[in-house]
């Protein structure tokens, strides 16, 4: 489980106006999807923009919102403004520590594969993980080890391994990395056979 935080207040007024305002302050305005209720809030950009940089859309933020609790939250999407590139609106999603969720995990290649070393391409070519698991089961990063990888070689979704607690969504037969030949190693392959 996450222990990152990150600080909210109560937002009452909803004019464009007025949430404009609250950009202009350095504040991004956004909305926590509860289980009971829906909450407006504000929570500072810049501090949201380093949490979010650890937690990505999978990890539990303890968002704490003055005047009113404290709440697990997923991040569930946000807005950036074209020009500035800025994100200008945040929507949370409220979890229970109890309650499955669906949710998507970065997936990290280590090693340096053999086909790579003699000339191949490692090419990743699933980024995230789509999983469903509650909330203090899921894992921060999935790392595949493609060392063992030549040419021609491919490692499916099949064949990772996570917790029993948690299940993948992605079709088994879906390709998480692979290596192909290169333009140089097909032409070197070819004056062999000359």
């Not at 980024?127 to 490692?155: C, W």
């Not at 607690?165 to 392959?189: C, F, G, H, M, Y």
Request: hydrophobic share 35%; aromatic share 4%.
């Amino acid at each position: 489980m996450s222990n990152l935080s990150l600080q909210g207040e109560m937002r009452e007024i909803n004019t464009k106006g007025y949430l404009k305002q609250i950009r202009k302050s350095g504040k991004v305005p956004a909305i926590c999807y509860g289980a009971d209720k829906n909450v407006n809030v504000t929570v500072d950009r810049i501090t949201f923009e380093k949490v979010y940089h650890e937690s990505g859309d999978h990890l539990v933020i303890n968002l704490d919102i003055a005047g009113d609790k404290k709440r697990q939250v997923l991040v569930k999407s946000y807005e950036i403004a074209p020009l500035l590139k800025e994100i200008i609106h945040v929507d949370f999603l409220e979890i229970s520590d109890n309650k499955i969720v669906k949710t998507n995990i970065p997936i990290k290649l280590t090693g340096v594969s053999k086909g790579a070393k003699l000339g191949g391409v490692l090419e990743h070519k699933l980024h995230k993980l789509s999983i469903r698991s509650l909330p203090k089961n899921i894992p921060s990063t999935v790392e595949v080890d493609v060392t063992e990888m030549n040419v021609g070689d491919a490692i499916y979704v099949e064949s990772l391994k996570l917790a029993d607690s948690v299940t993948i969504l992605n079709k088994p037969k879906q390709a998480v990395a692979s290596v192909a030949a290169s333009r140089t190693t097909k032409l070197s392959e070819q004056k062999k056979g000359d």
